[in-house]
């Protein structure tokens, strides 16, 4: 039973046998009820014409080919209404079943152009367990994605529009400033328009990679690399910021550490934004901490901070674009656009790996880590 209910092959051929046995069993019925009467019809006839014309050799020859004539009568008469009624009954039972079997997939083309429609909520009933049952749940898993998709499309143009609009107001806001006389033309007011118009640039670079990202419209160059110089690239870059916050980079890297298979360009992407983070969001005098290890087949890279931490509530949602956990706080006011861990989560999942955070709570500091393959 557990293979019919999850094969439709066989559920077809089940019905057409049942098809079959309906109309047998209706043929036979139809017969065994029927032929008594018809034959002793056609016999009430021959007695009759026996009666008229008396007994002899010749009316016993005829005698003989009319019992014959009328029991072939009354076998051609019994079997047509036998297979009239077996043949509606088989129409009847093939009408019912081919509509249970049809029905899933009329509602799945009703469905299917409601999504055609753009309405991402709909849903099918999923029965069973056979290939229409599975259909279905492809189906509605399907919705779900395009649904999921079209939300966090509406959200990114959302976001995008607020984004956006913040150094455009202030870059309006300036130069209506300076056309109505109410703020001076000095050096100091056209450095703070290029600042915003700066912001903008940055804003839109960081969109424009974000879409590459998101749309994976990127190649990977994979070569063996080895994780210290990945880290020492890391902190040449980064080594001024940290120098103008008096924050120490220390370095934790065992010796014995196989390479990795990576396109060293991307990671170093990675690097640098954990620890960019790492080194903003930590006080004068703090610490920065990378530290790298094995374990399995992996090399796991830890970028740990001593800054004011992450609370727990805002930690899955660290790696969805444009989210700050502090809401006030704004690109000009030292935060991110918040799409640079966005992208560093997509760059790493597209190595095979996977990234993570972890922070005890305000003023714990935090430590974000990611994984990646080894060499075989």
Do not use: C
Request: proline share 3%; glycine share 8%.
């Amino acid at each position: 039973m557990k293979y019919i209910r999850e094969r439709l092959g066989a559920k077809l051929f089940l019905a057409n046998l049942a098809v079959i046995l309906a109309g047998v069993a209706v043929l036979a019925i139809t017969i065994q009820i029927t032929i008594p009467t018809v034959f002793t019809r056609h016999m009430s006839g021959m007695d009759q014409s026996m009666m008229n014309g008396g007994m002899g050799v010749g009316q016993g020859q005829g005698y003989g080919r009319t019992l014959f004539e009328n029991f072939s009568a009354s076998m051609f008469e019994a079997l047509l209404y036998a297979v009239s009624a077996s043949v509606l009954v088989a129409l009847l039972v093939s009408w019912f079943l081919s509509r249970r079997i049809v029905a899933p997939i009329r509602t799945l083309t009703e469905a299917t152009q409601h999504i055609a429609e753009g309405h991402y909520d709909e849903r099918v009933q999923s029965n069973g367990s056979d290939e229409i049952a599975q259909l279905a749940a492809r189906f509605n898993q399907m919705t779900t994605q395009l649904e999921q998709v079209e939300s966090m499309r509406l959200q990114l143009i959302g976001d995008v529009t607020h984004e956006l609009r913040t150094p455009l107001t202030s870059i309006k806001g300036y130069m209506e400033g300076i056309v109505d006389g109410v703020i001076p033309s000095t050096p100091e007011t056209f450095d703070q328009i290029h600042h915003e118009a700066d912001r903008l640039s940055r804003l839109v670079d960081d969109l424009q990679e974000l879409s590459r990202v998101e749309a994976k419209a990127y190649s990977l160059d994979f070569h063996a690399v080895a994780v210290s110089n990945l880290i020492q690239t890391t902190v040449k870059r980064l080594s001024p910021q940290a120098k103008n916050k008096d924050i120490k980079f220390q370095i934790n890297l065992p010796v014995d550490l196989p390479l990795i298979q990576v396109d060293e360009d991307r990671i170093i992407q990675v690097l640098v934004n954990l620890a960019a983070n790492a080194i903003q969001y930590t006080p004068d005098g703090g610490d920065v901490i990378i530290t790298a290890l094995r374990q399995e087949d992996e090399i796991i890279i830890t970028v740990r901070d001593s800054g004011i931490g992450i609370p727990a509530d805002h930690i899955k949602n660290l790696f969805t674009r444009f989210y700050r956990v502090d809401k006030s706080r704004s690109r000009n006011a030292g935060g991110g656009s918040g799409i640079g861990l966005t992208i560093a989560r997509h760059l790493v999942e597209a190595h095979g790996g996977r990234i993570w955070v972890e922070s005890k709570g305000d003023g714990q500091g935090s430590t974000f880590g990611f994984s990646l393959k080894i060499v075989r």
